[in-house]
């Protein structure tokens, strides 16, 4: 089971996505599914600009992400890390990155992987992924994200 110093490991993750019910949601169930089955305890949040994001000080593992639209993480991640309190409950924390996008991973990593980082203090980054809509649909990927996190999570904790 993963753990932390009491018991097992806590993750949240927040996202956004400007469809309900679509493939980011199911990645984000997908990956809450595959880091359950280590043993964790796991939430998700949608992203609101103006939320009370203290609750994040609970948690171990924070995975964050969200689709592009037009050349912009979605707007209510971006907005919550630029005008609410989310950044201040990040800082430090372990984080895993994604962002879902229809442009190649390189031009991803230039343009849109820094808008999330550039709101980050201090982060531990566990794993960050540029997500395909392809990936973004395929249980597989999000298994294999969610093992990574897991993975690199456990490494963390090695003295
Ligand atoms: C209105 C709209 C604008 C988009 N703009 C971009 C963009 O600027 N750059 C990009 O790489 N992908 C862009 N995409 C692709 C989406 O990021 C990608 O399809 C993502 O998987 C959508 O997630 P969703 O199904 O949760 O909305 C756009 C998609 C839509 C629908």
């Known amino acids: 089971m993963t753990q ?41 949040a949608r992203c609101r600009q103006h939320g009370d994001y203290s609750f994040v000080d609970e948690f171990d593992v924070v995975v964050l992400g969200a689709p592009i639209y037009y050349l912009l993480v979605s707007s209510e991640l971006l907005g ?34 820094p808008q999330l980082k550039m709101n980050l203090e201090q982060p531990v980054i566990l794993v960050e992924r540029v997500l395909s809509p392809d990936q973004l649909n395929n249980p597989e990927a999000a298994a294999g994200f969610a093992r990574e996190i897991v993975g690199s999570y456990e490494r963390t904790l090695k003295p």
């Open 80 to 113: 919550a890390l630029s005008k609410s309190n989310l950044k201040q409950h990040l800082r430090g924390k372990r984080i895993a990155l994604f962002v879902a996008c229809g442009s190649p991973e390189p031009m991803a990593n230039l343009l849109y992987m």
């Open 4 to 44: 932390n110093a009491t018991g097992p490991m806590k993750a949240i993750i927040l996202y956004d996505s400007i469809s309900v019910g679509g493939s980011t949601d199911r990645f984000i169930d997908a990956v809450g599914r595959g880091i359950a089955e280590s043993g964790a305890y796991v939430e998700k």
